[in-house]
């Protein structure tokens, strides 16, 4: 689902992304490397909500990623369906340093297709790939799991800024692509129907949106299922 806020202006989109994960597997420091540049060696867990909302330029358009971070709920087994709402992309997170949060992936997301869209756009992220000696969950185990769950994969590093902002960017630029056939296809469809109401009637008709998109949908964004 893309959600449009009325100060905007009509060619913006504006696209919720959640992060997802164990706690400590590094997701509120991929958030401040990818927003702000920026790194905290000694970070705490996250406490209360948090989020960043950051500009990207795909084909021309000016997107507004808004990235939410699960405010150290997830210690307590307590992200809430509130936290999911809205929420078209995801990055699922797992720490290649400690394979318990890999074994804890399917459980993620279950919750995650349980509390939003099950066509939310999601990459598994293999976060602190710097960590290289101590690593205990191999590239090539990421990236079975990500074939078998259909999600798209890379192994990212907070610290040295390894592959985040191509993380963001390969879920904002999914979406908007997804949107994108939605609202050619809805076009197409109009066409066709006002065409066939053209000739029933004999004169044009204007049709109205009924779910579909119409253009100015198209310009701030619409849902799809």
Not at 53 to 70: C, F, H, R, S, V
Not at 122 to 136: F, H, M, P, Q, S
Not at 191 to 202: D, I, M
Request: charged letters at 30%.
């Amino acid at each position: 689902m893309a959600f449009y806020s009325e100060d905007e202006q009509l060619e913006d989109y504006l696209f919720k992304i959640v992060l997802v994960g164990e706690s400590a597997v590094g997701k509120s420091n991929l958030l401040s490397r990818f927003a702000r540049n920026e790194f905290y060696p000694n970070s705490k867990s996250t406490i209360g909500v948090e989020f960043q909302t950051q500009k990207m330029k795909i084909n021309g358009k000016e997107i507004k990623a808004q990235i939410w971070d699960t405010a150290g709920q997830e210690r307590f087994r307590a992200v809430t369906s509130a936290y999911y709402r809205g929420a078209v992309g995801a990055l699922l997170v797992y720490d290649i340093s400690r394979r318990k949060t890999f074994d804890n992936v399917r459980r993620w997301l279950n919750e995650l297709h349980t509390h939003s869209d099950m066509n939310v756009v999601t990459i598994l992220v293999g976060n602190k790939c710097d960590l290289k000696d101590a690593r205990e969950v191999s590239t090539e185990e990421g990236q079975a799991l990500a074939e078998k769950e259909n999600l798209f994969f890379t192994e990212t590093s907070a610290f040295d800024n390894s592959n985040v902002y191509s993380a963001f960017e390969r879920v904002v630029k999914e979406i908007y692509d997804i949107l994108s056939r939605k609202v050619l296809e809805s076009q197409e469809l109009q066409q066709k129907e006002a065409g066939g109401r053209r000739l029933a009637n004999g004169k044009p008709v204007v049709l109205q949106s009924n779910g579909n998109y119409n253009g100015d949908e198209a310009k701030r964004g619409c849902c799809w299922g």
